[in-house]
């Protein structure tokens, strides 16, 4: 499944689906519901737009605007202004702000937050391909209790042009990326575990390149069991006579 064209040259025993995955969309596979297997979004969810606040010195969230062609940012409307909603990319400014009260709570003024509820909608999603089986999550992550500590005050918007690190500019030429809050995706079936956890059980046995935390070992890992839905018990009939 990609956003692009089939390419020419892919064998003819892979199957392509050509699909833009919303919040909105029905069917992504072509038979969502009627697979089992296993559903893996490697890098997947921190290329999702999310949108930014910042919060100002009474603690608002205040949106963050940037000019397309040059990077230059200003600060918007906060979420209680009527303004916002139109900058939210389709999710409502009370649902942003639930998300932020929940999920990464205000600290200090000038921090900063991806508002992560795209994110976890996509996800849901995502899941519902799957009759019976894994759906997997591989991202740069952060988690509620270094969010609340201050830790990401920063935010993690960065972007990248050819695999090295540029200002994050939204012209289409810059691949913008965020770091992604795993945990807030999750159903209360999923664990979230680092990559060096994943990758040091025996089972799997040593990959030392991918469990080394200064460089790709600094992923997360979301796993979601997807299960069948329990069937509804058959309501009997009584006869009154």
Known sequence: MDVRPRP?????????????????????????????????????????????????????????????????????????????????????????????????????????????????????????????????????????????SGLWDGGTVKGFVDGSACRPRPDGSVNITSHVALDSCASPHATVRSQFDVLSTSAVGSHSLASWPPDLGSFDWLIEPCTPAPATPALSETMVG
């Open 8 to 148: 020419d040259d892919l064998p003819a025993a892979i199957g392509w689906r050509q699909v833009r995955v919303t919040r909105d969309i029905e069917d992504i596979t072509g038979r969502d519901g009627l697979i089992t297997g296993l559903v893996i979004a490697h890098e997947f969810l921190d290329d999702v737009a999310c949108p930014v606040v910042e919060l100002d010195d009474d603690l608002r969230p205040r949106i963050v605007q940037v000019e397309a062609a040059t990077g230059a940012e200003v600060l918007g409307p906060d979420l209680a202004d009527p303004a916002a909603e139109a900058l939210l990319g389709g999710i409502s400014p009370s649902e942003a702000r639930a998300w932020l009260d929940h999920w990464w709570p205000a600290t200090k003024p000038l921090a900063r937050r991806e508002v992560g509820l795209p994110r976890d909608l996509l996800w849901r999603r995502l899941t519902r391909i799957l009759a019976s089986g894994h759906a997997i999550a591989i991202d740069y992550a952060h988690r509620l209790d270094d969010r609340r």
